[in-house]
Structures are given as C-alpha cells and as structure tokens.
C-alpha cells in the first residue's frame, strides 16, 4: 500500500480517481464473487431437498405418517406395502453402536498421540490414520464380509451369546445364532471408518492447548491424565464434540460399506447379531429395480435420512452454541 499511494501522489488528479476506481471495481466483484459461491450452497441444498420431496411425493400420498412406524416392506405386494421403521431402526443403532466404539479409541489415540507418544511413533501411527481415511468405503465393505463377518462369526459372536445367556435385557441384545451378516458387524466397520475423523480433529485441537497451562498443572503435581481431564479435555470440548458429530453425520449416511455386511434384512430383531438394514443401504441395494410407488418409498427413505442427519447437526449446533456461551461466561 506504501508503493500505491506514493504512485497515487504522483499521478495527476485524473490517474489518482482512475486507480481508486480500479480499486473500488475489484473490491465489488469480489464482494458478488463470495455472495454468489455462498448463495449457490443454499441454491443447491434447495434443489436437492425440492427433488427429493417432489419424487418422494406419491409415497406420502399413499402411506402419510404410518410410513415412520410400519415395520413390513412389501414391494412386491398389490398395492406395495411399505414401512420404514426397520432401515431407521437399523440406522440408529449401527450409529449408536459405531459411536459408542468410535468415540474413547479415537480419544485414547488422540490423547496418546498429543500427550503420551514418543517423537519417533507419532508419524507413523498418523499416516496410518490418514490411510484410513482415505480407503474407499467399498474396500471396507469387502474386508468386512471375507475377513472381518467370519472371525466375528467363529469368535467373537458365540463368545458373547455364551456369557450373557440367561441374562435379563443383555441376553436378548446378545442373542444368537452367530452370523456373518449383522448388525453389530455393520456397526463395528463403521466404528473403523469414522475412527480417523474423530482422531484427526481431536488431535488438532487439542495440540491448540497453551502449553502454559498444562506446565503449569504438571508444576503443582497433576498426573498426565489428570492434566487430559482438567485441562485438556475442558479447554477443546467444543472442537472434540464437533468432530464427534461430523463422523456421526458420515456414520448416518454410510452406504457401500453397510450393504456388504449388514444383511439387508428388514426384520427387527433385539438382537446385534441379527441381519437388519439401514435407510442408505435399502436404497442402495434396492433403487435399481425399482419403479412406481416402490421407487417413490425409496425416495422417500432418502428425505428422512436428510432429516434425521438435518436434525442430528442441527441439534449439535445448538450443543457447541451453548458450550461456547458458558465458556464465554
């Protein structure tokens, strides 16, 4: 600016009112530039919701609100029945499960990494966690059904059904017969898939900690998990529950990977290890085939499925608003 403006006093009055022209020309197209990029994102989230509701449309028509609470899917029934309580029962608790998996390991790692890891294993245990992130879901889904739904099947599974039978409540919920194809394999691939975006961004804010209070926590005595508790986990919380959400949002939404393992029955069962489907793995295994009001039920999957991923962020806007409010106060 300093070699602008002594051009600008050297020029005549004509140069200087050109050049501030100039100026004021480029500040204003990118002004329209940036509003028109922003303005596009909310263009687009529009269409897609308008499409979705317009061949969602015969559906709603023809089953309204009992859709939400029928668990029969009946395509091929005169007229198709059709019920989409089974993909969002099997949705919810795949994400549930997942989380539940996904959330203290990432931590743990995190946690180890920032905190506990030595120089020399930090990056070979991150690039490891950015090659996870980056292996197409597909690759996940195949390791999943030769590799990981046989050993869960021989091992794991009985092991479980062995120990909590009999038990009231955990003996239904662990209930056999042991099967490759479950929802508690489902659950556990996607628990792996979101792993490094939880990992990645709580490593990330929790290397934005001053290093001044956690030397200062360690100087009066605190232990190392101690200092995680107090220090650490309080001073990043919101930055750790937004990328716990973000991987929720992708366990939500997760297709290629659920299909292959999951079963794609729509039975519900009390039990982990039984087949179920989620809402994006009926659609995927079933949208080829279909057509009429079968396609528009499918359709219709697919706008619930952006409501309950709409309302899940929605919710943990809300969460990180009132965190920040508090840490403000």
Same mark, same amino acid.
């Given at each position: 600016?300093?070699?602008?403006?002594?051009?600008?006093?050297?020029?005549?009055?004509?140069?200087?009112?050109?050049?501030?022209?100039?100026?004021?020309?480029?500040?204003?197209?990118?002004?329209?530039?940036?509003?028109?990029?922003?303005?596009?994102?909310?263009?687009?989230?529009?269409?897609?919701?308008?499409?979705?509701?317009?061949?969602?449309?015969?559906?709603?028509?023809?089953?309204?609100?009992?859709?939400?609470?029928?668990?029969?899917?009946?395509?091929?029934?005169?007229?198709?029945?059709?019920?989409?309580?089974?993909?969002?029962?099997?949705?919810?608790?795949?994400?549930?499960?997942?989380?539940?998996?996904?959330?203290?390991?990432?931590?743990?790692?995190?946690?180890?990494?920032?905190?506990?890891?030595?120089?020399?294993?930090?990056?070979?245990?991150?690039?490891?966690?950015?090659?996870?992130?980056?292996?197409?879901?597909?690759?996940?889904?195949?390791?999943?059904?030769?590799?990981?739904?046989?050993?869960?099947?021989?091992?794991?599974?009985?092991?479980?059904?062995?120990?909590?039978?009999?038990?009231?409540?955990?003996?239904?919920?662990?209930?056999?017969?042991?099967?490759?194809?479950?929802?508690?394999?489902?659950?556990?691939?996607?628990?792996?898939?979101?792993?490094?975006?939880?990992?990645?961004?709580?490593?990330?804010?929790?290397?934005?900690?001053?290093?001044?209070?956690?030397?200062?926590?360690?100087?009066?005595?605190?232990?190392?998990?101690?200092?995680?508790?107090?220090?650490?986990?309080?001073?990043?919380? &919101?930055? &750790?529950?937004?990328?716990?959400?973000?991987?929720?949002?992708?366990?939500?939404?997760?297709?290629?990977?659920?299909?292959?393992?999951?079963?794609?029955?729509?039975?519900?069962?009390?039990?982990?290890?039984?087949?179920?489907?989620?809402?994006?793995?009926?659609?995927?295994?079933?949208?080829?085939?279909?057509?009429?009001?079968?396609?528009?039920?499918?359709?219709?999957?697919?706008?619930?499925?952006?409501?309950?991923?709409?309302?899940?962020?929605? =919710?943990?806007?809300?969460?990180?608003?009132?965190?920040?409010?508090? =840490?403000?106060?």
């Amino acid at each position: 600016m300093a070699v602008q403006s002594d051009v600008m006093e050297a020029a005549g009055p004509y140069d200087r009112a050109r050049a501030l022209n100039a100026f004021k020309l480029g500040d204003v197209t990118f002004y329209w530039i940036t509003r028109a990029c922003a303005i596009s994102v909310l263009l687009i989230l529009g269409g897609i919701i308008l499409s979705l509701f317009i061949g969602a449309w015969p559906a709603i028509q023809q089953y309204g609100l009992p859709f939400l609470w029928t668990a029969r899917w009946a395509p091929s029934a005169d007229p198709p029945v059709l019920g989409a309580l089974g993909p969002m029962y099997g949705t919810l608790v795949t994400s549930f499960i997942a989380m539940l998996i996904a959330i203290p390991v990432g931590l743990g790692i995190a946690i180890f990494l920032t905190e506990l890891c030595p120089q020399w294993l930090r990056r070979p245990i991150g690039i490891a966690i950015e090659l996870l992130a980056g292996i197409p879901s597909i690759i996940y889904g195949m390791w999943g059904f030769f590799v990981l739904g046989p050993f869960l099947a021989y091992t794991f599974q009985p092991f479980m059904i062995k120990v909590f039978d009999g038990v009231p409540v955990l003996g239904s919920i662990f209930a056999g017969p042991p099967s490759y194809l479950s929802l508690f394999n489902a659950a556990l691939i996607l628990a792996i898939m979101v792993l490094p975006f939880i990992t990645a961004i709580s490593v990330d804010v929790f290397k934005t900690v001053p290093p001044v209070l956690k030397e200062a926590a360690y100087g009066v005595g605190c232990t190392t998990w101690e200092v995680v508790r107090n220090v650490v986990i309080p001073y990043t919380r &919101v930055g &750790v529950i937004g990328g716990i959400m973000l991987a929720l949002g992708r366990a939500l939404g997760e297709t290629m990977a659920v299909t292959f393992i999951i079963g794609n029955s729509f039975h519900i069962s009390s039990s982990i290890f039984a087949p179920g489907t989620t809402i994006s793995a009926a659609i995927a295994s079933e949208f080829a085939e279909s057509d009429g009001l079968h396609q528009s039920g499918l359709i219709l999957l697919g706008l619930l499925l952006f409501v309950l991923t709409f309302f899940v962020l929605a =919710a943990a806007r809300l969460m990180l608003m009132r965190l920040e409010k508090q =840490a403000g106060n």
